[in-house]
């Protein structure tokens, strides 16, 4: 049985649209989570990066980690750095942004995150590096290979756009276990009717 965990401030947002289209919200966000986000996490590009990353950064420390997000929010200040350049020049970086263009508005980011919560790829540059510390991982991975979450519905600025955050578990098909995560920034004023 799937876990997914429906944030609060998404209920009472979807409670103070209208009654008919807040159900049309909510059902085309598990929609998507179902039929296009769970897929996506489960393909073979996604799984095969995440388990190559998984063996580079098994042995990183605490420490490490804040180093490496450290070095990242600075490198996306500055417009870009050698951290920010490796992961988005990586394969998976590509097939991500092509998920996102091919998506018609729908999607306004994606990114994949490793065992520890870290990018592992991403569809365009995301403000931190560290994941690890925030409900779209602590909630999907540490929570088990079936688990997702509909985060809240926020205003987005860059987009122009109302957007939900939906991630996914992201699971080694061969153990069951999860090894990361995906998040998906979904445009809820996109979503197919």
Same mark, same amino acid.
């Given at each position: 049985m799937n876990k997914i965990l429906v944030s609060g401030v998404l209920t009472? !947002? *979807?409670? %103070?649209?209208?009654? &008919?289209r807040a159900d049309e919200i909510a059902q085309g966000l598990q929609n998507v989570l179902a039929n296009v986000i769970?897929?996506?996490a489960a393909h073979?590009?996604?799984?095969?990066?995440?388990?190559?990353?998984?063996a580079e950064t098994t042995s990183l420390d605490q420490a490490a980690?804040? !180093? *490496?997000? %450290?070095?990242?929010? &600075?490198?996306?200040d500055a417009g870009g750095g050698p951290l920010i350049d490796?992961?988005?020049?990586?394969?998976?970086?590509?097939?991500?942004?092509?998920?996102?263009?091919?998506?018609?508005g729908l999607f306004v980011e994606v990114f994949v995150m490793d065992a520890k919560g870290l990018n592992v790829?991403?569809? %365009?540059?995301?403000?931190?590096y560290w994941q690890g510390d925030e409900a779209k991982w602590q909630q999907t991975f540490q929570a088990g290979p079936d688990a997702a979450l509909i985060d809240e519905i926020d205003y987005d600025d860059s987009a122009a756009a109302f957007l939900s955050q939906v991630s996914t578990a992201v699971a080694d098909p061969d153990t069951g276990? %999860?090894?990361?995560?995906?998040?998906?920034?979904v445009n809820v004023e996109k979503l197919p009717e």
């Open positions: 009472l !947002a *979807l409670s %103070a649209a209208s009654g &008919a769970k897929p996506l073979t590009q996604v799984v095969e990066a995440v388990r190559a990353q998984n980690i804040d !180093a *490496l997000d %450290a070095q990242w929010r &600075a490198e996306a490796r992961v988005l020049a990586d394969p998976l970086s590509a097939f991500l942004k092509a998920q996102q263009d091919a998506s018609d790829g991403q569809s %365009a540059i995301t403000s931190d276990s %999860a090894i990361g995560a995906i998040t998906v920034g």
